[in-house]
């Protein structure tokens, strides 16, 4: 774990492992608002302990930037009987319901054990899902004392679910994963890469101006790592559409690509989801 870093006025975020996620620490006159809350209720805890190191004042927002479970697994941790009063938690309107006994979280359990090893078994006996109640549509603002937090979906993209944290007084915008320093952006099973590069433009005409990009995995960026990760999607969906214009079979686009990274298999779902959207098979 890194210490926690002022990235901007009472804004301190802090990589943690595993999966090198950064977590954001916002201060306000009433509170903290913490954005993304790592992958198990016991990684949790320990954030709220590290957060006591950083300020004696309490946790009342949860935000998640989407669904995925190195983001928001935690967040019991900073719910009851962890932590009273309970924080509020907050995230978009297309975050699914979690179903345990579901095909996708056996397969999401299975991937975790084989990947990250026998620690995990005790993280995911104690595991409790703590999905946001409170829920953005477009966009929120949260008066967290002395200065707002604005809560916005910009569209698809890492998923359906994004949620930027913008921070106009701080010029701050933590972005979840639609945003990746320390790795090309992620196309899971769940992303948008044709939307994506819409998406980065919209945050972009959010932000105007000197911003500072908070990433979901990796260090604070400023607008020219923006522009530069607006260029990679906008390439990718470009390829995926030239592709499938020229009638290259779905089962063969990744071999034939190019592509702008030099491991081929990273486009792998972004090819089929691409493909599914411009078969009309992905709304």
Not at 45 to 61: F, G, Y
Request: hydrophobic share 40%; net charge negative; proline share 7%.
């Amino acid at each position: 774990m890194s210490a926690w870093t002022e990235t901007a006025d009472r804004v301190f975020t802090r990589r943690f492992e595993p999966v090198n996620i950064t977590v954001t620490a916002v201060l306000g006159g009433d509170g903290v608002l913490v954005a993304d809350t790592r992958c198990s209720v016991q990684e949790g805890r320990e954030l709220r302990e590290e957060l006591t190191k950083l300020t004696p004042l309490p946790v009342r927002w949860v935000v998640n930037t989407h669904t995925h479970f190195d983001h928001m697994w935690g967040n019991a941790a900073f719910d009851a009987p962890h932590q009273i009063p309970p924080a509020d938690f907050w995230g978009h309107e297309n975050m699914p319901d979690f179903d345990p006994e579901s095909p996708e979280f056996l397969e999401l359990r299975d991937y975790i054990l084989r990947e990250g090893g026998p620690e995990w078994r005790p993280k995911l006996d104690e595991l409790v899902v703590r999905k946001p109640d409170r829920l953005v549509a477009r966009e929120h603002v949260l008066d967290l004392g002395g200065r707002v937090a604005e809560l916005r979906h910009v569209g698809r993209g890492h998923t359906d679910n994004d949620l930027v944290v913008w921070l106009p007084d701080a010029a701050v915008a933590i972005s979840g994963d639609l945003v990746e320093q320390s790795g090309p952006v992620a196309f899971g099973k769940d992303s948008f890469p044709l939307d994506w590069p819409e998406t980065l433009t919209a945050l972009a005409e959010l932000t105007a101006g000197q911003t500072t990009y908070i990433p979901g995995h990796g260090d604070p960026s400023g607008v020219e790592f923006l522009q530069a990760q607006q260029e990679f999607v906008t390439s990718v969906a470009h390829r995926i559409r030239s592709l499938h214009a020229d009638g290259v079979p779905v089962e063969r686009a990744v071999e034939v690509g190019p592509w702008p990274y030099e491991d081929a298999s990273w486009f792998d779902n972004a090819v089929k989801r691409g493909y599914a959207q411009l078969a009309g098979e992905l709304l």
